[in-house]
């Protein structure tokens, strides 16, 4: 570890998108690559942190680093559940849908001649809600993905989700967001100005962000 000011942390993040199924063949997912998570992990196993990844997407895992991947929102959502007693900062990174169909087929679905297919969806759990409510200690972070009003629904989320930390980025944008290499970043905390970031790589936006992790749980 380069600097070890996370060592012996425990840090749980979640990355990717979702994948909630129609049936056996098919799902229902958005755009996140998994991209911002994995960068994330790696600037927390630099900062000398025991990572567990907890993902839809298989990427090139940092080195010491453990992953378990998981498919639909339900599944993630046990398995955040199942690692946050000992986890110490727990990231939300992942996409999750926030729909999912209502009913998963057994079996693969049929064309219907001409008369087409209704889906109807049910809402999903809310992962970072579900532990914000529950945290007994742990320094919970969250993202709001955005195409308008950042910073209004940024700081809607750090009260309604009751998250230390949310990292905001406007997506929608070719430079900066989902799927892309670089983005940028504005840092919500409580009762703190808000900070902002430069376009940046990913990983160097992930740098960011865990320093100032850092910051506000060790100053
Ligand atoms: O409410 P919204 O989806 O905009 O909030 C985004 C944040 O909440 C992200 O950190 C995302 O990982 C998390 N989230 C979640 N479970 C959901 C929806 C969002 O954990 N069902």
Redesign the pocket.
Same mark, same amino acid.
């Given at each position: 570890a380069k600097n070890g000011k996370l060592k012996n942390k425990n840090v749980l993040i979640?990355a990717g998108g979702t994948k909630e199924a129609l049936d056996p063949l098919r799902y229902i997912t958005n755009r996140s690559s998994g991209k911002m998570g994995y960068a994330l992990a790696q600037a927390a196993v630099e900062a000398g942190a025991v990572v567990t990844l907890i993902s839809t997407v298989e990427r090139r895992l940092p080195f010491g680093s453990k992953l378990i991947k998981v498919t639909d #929102?339900r599944e993630m959502l046990d398995t955040v559940l199942e690692h946050f007693d000992k986890t110490d900062i727990f990231i !939300? @990174? $992942? $996409? &999750? !849908?926030?729909f999912r169909p209502a009913k998963q087929s057994n079996q693969k679905i049929k064309k219907t001649g001409n008369q087409g297919l209704k889906v109807e969806l049910v809402q999903?759990?809310?992962?970072? #809600?579900t532990v914000g409510a529950k945290k007994t200690g742990q320094f919970v &972070?969250?993202? @709001? @993905?955005?195409t308008e009003n950042i910073v209004e629904?940024a700081k809607n989320?750090l009260v309604k989700?009751h998250a230390d930390m949310i990292v905001a980025n406007e997506v929608g944008h070719p430079d900066s967001g989902f799927n892309v290499d670089n983005n940028r970043v504005i840092i919500f905390r409580p009762k703190q100005a808000q900070k902002e970031f430069p376009l940046q790589s990913k990983i160097d936006t992930a740098r960011s962000i865990i320093e100032e992790i850092i910051k506000s749980v060790f100053e």
């Open positions: 979640t #929102a !939300s @990174a $992942a $996409a &999750v !849908s926030d999903n759990p809310d992962i970072l #809600a &972070v969250g993202f @709001a @993905a955005e629904y989320k989700k």
